[in-house]
């Protein structure tokens, strides 16, 4: 049996005070976090350059595939907690991963080449289902590296965050300069070699993880069902659903259906629970909680444009020339992760101080002002291409924007992830954060169809993309305007004056709050999830 992080004694061997296996995790991620954000840097040019797809089927194409990245890791986390373990489904996740980005690099002689375009969306299916596996696990990994009451937990989930910016930097730019440059079946296999490095350190790095995220019930696993172990059972279930992710990912439009049924079927279900089930107190933190999370889905539709209408406004309508170096459009997207890395210790200190004298914003508020922020990102932009004319639009304006969507980054996701971890009930913890991923989920499918509402091809005048932004930013400025005016009446409904008491509250916090402390933002799909 897998020992529990109570039993580390304290003769472990450590590396700046931390566990070895902590860097173990740290490199793994961060070499996976370069492949993903790498690929993801290239591909609306590659599907609109390479395979010549319409702007408005590109855009698409990337919500569903976006969207489907953050639904998997609900399910990649359940069988981990209830059957393989998290360090299994890490490496399974690796491994499809690898694949994955390898196929990437199949390019072939472009254009809609039905043989090459069938490869290049299994590749998309074995990335979506191999981040399923992974991501919903490898922070799990670090929670158990150390006993709960454990000080060094904050920092180590922010050497460990920091580990995923870094990689999401180092592989927007490397990647999108080589595929740029040199090729894209270059860029895209960069991007795999990457993801063989995190494998290769993952694999090696096993004895240091000092037995963390094996199977609960090893034995479990060994048992036959249908005459198959269950461990190869799910392994194969694993590669079924690349096969289902394979014909959704062709049929966008069923995403789309399927996402706005199931999120009209939890949300019921969660307001009919709530009302039924729960005392006021507790419904009433349901509510806010949903509150939160029904306004999350604009924060990212408007963020995920950094993707997707962002990346092909920045490489057709933009003065990318820098001090005689015309940088290429995708390495542009490595500046969200460098921004967080700069930032993120001052949005700490930036609540810190507030708290302390009884004035820090409450999360509606907070959520009101992340709101503001992409907005205000597209309003600039948008004065900058006006201010040019004719001209292409100066390069600063690319800069600003993505401070500003970091920025609005950094008041919502730490901030959403906290809240939701404080306000349910400890049997609907993992429900509400799956419910907030679904959310993000349902945010980047949007993001695609505000995208195409930009998209018209290169003959098709920059201000098409510009009138879009104006209006989804002057929406968004006002949405967050509106969300801070209410934000009172929602912070009733949390309580805040009961929160602390007793042990009920003691025990529905997750551990998904505790990076929070460290003032780190976290993506959706790079949580521990449920």
């Not at 003769?11 to 700046?16: E, M, P, Y």
């Not at 990994?141 to 050497?159: C, H, M, N, Q, S």
């Not at 104006?470 to 929160?499: N, Q």
Request: hydrophobic share 50%.
């Amino acid at each position: 049996m897998a020992t529990s992080p109570a039993d580390v004694g304290s003769d472990q061997k450590t590396f700046l005070g931390h566990p070895h296996g902590l860097f173990v995790l740290f490199f793994t991620e961060m070499w996976e976090r370069f492949s993903y954000y790498g690929m993801r840097a290239l591909l609306i040019l590659y599907l609109t350059k390479h395979f010549l797809f319409s702007d408005e089927k590109a855009y698409i194409i990337y919500g569903a595939y976006t969207a489907l990245v953050y639904i998997t890791p609900v399910i990649g986390g359940y069988l981990a907690d209830r059957y393989i373990g998290q360090r299994k489904a890490v490496l399974f996740g690796a491994i499809l991963l690898t694949f994955g980005h390898f196929m990437m690099g199949l390019e072939g002689d472009g254009g809609q080449d039905a043989t090459f375009l069938a490869f290049f969306y299994l590749a998309l299916s074995f990335i979506i289902v191999g981040s399923g596996f992974l991501k919903a696990n490898i922070s799990a990994i670090v929670g158990e590296l150390y006993p709960r009451d454990d000080k060094r937990r904050d920092p180590a989930f922010t050497i460990f965050y920091m580990g995923i910016n870094l990689g999401a930097a180092l592989g927007a730019f490397a990647c999108g300069m080589v595929g740029e440059i040199h090729g894209w079946s270059y860029g895209f296999g960069l991007a795999g070699i990457g993801m063989v490095a995190g494998l290769i350190v993952f694999v090696w790095g096993k004895p240091l993880l000092m037995g963390r995220g094996e199977p609960a019930n090893p034995q479990q696993l060994r048992e036959p069902v249908m005459g198959i172990r269950r461990e190869w059972l799910i392994y194969g279930g694993g590669l079924l659903t690349v096969a289902v992710v394979w014909q959704l990912i062709q049929h966008q439009e069923v995403v789309g259906t399927l996402l706005g049924i199931a999120g009209a079927l939890l949300v019921v279900y969660i307001f009919y629970t709530s009302v039924r089930h729960l005392a006021p107190v507790d419904r009433d933190r349901i509510f806010a909680a949903m509150f939160l999370i029904l306004f999350s889905i604009l924060f990212w539709a408007l963020f995920e444009q950094a993707g997707s209408s962002l990346s092909i406004y920045t490489d057709r309508q933009v003065d990318r020339n820098i001090m005689g170096w015309h940088v290429p459009a995708s390495t542009f997207q490595s500046l969200n992760a460098i921004y967080i890395v700069l930032l993120a210790p001052l949005f700490a200190m930036l609540w810190t101080w507030p708290a302390r004298r009884g004035l820090e914003p409450s999360a509606p508020a907070k959520f009101g002002v992340a709101l503001i922020q992409p907005g205000a990102g597209f309003l600039v932009l948008v004065a900058g291409a006006q201010a040019a004319g004719p001209a292409a639009t100066p390069v600063i304006f690319i800069f600003l924007i993505y401070l500003l969507h970091t920025m609005g980054e950094l008041c919502l996701s730490p901030v959403g992830l906290s809240a939701m971890t404080k306000m349910a009930l400890p049997r609907m913890v993992g429900l509400i954060m799956g419910t907030w991923f679904f959310a993000s989920a349902t945010g980047n499918f949007a993001a695609g169809l505000i995208a195409s509402a930009t998209g018209g091809g290169e003959d098709v005048g920059p201000e098409r993309v510009t009138d879009v932004y104006t209006t989804v930013g002057w929406v968004a400025v006002a949405v967050g305007v509106a969300v801070i005016l209410i934000s009172p009446l929602f912070k009733r409904l949390m309580h805040l004056e009961t929160l602390g008491d007793g042990a009920r509250d003691l025990a529905g916090r997750s551990e998904l709050a505790e990076p929070q402390a460290a003032g780190v933002p976290i993506r959706p799909s790079e949580t521990t999830g449920p």
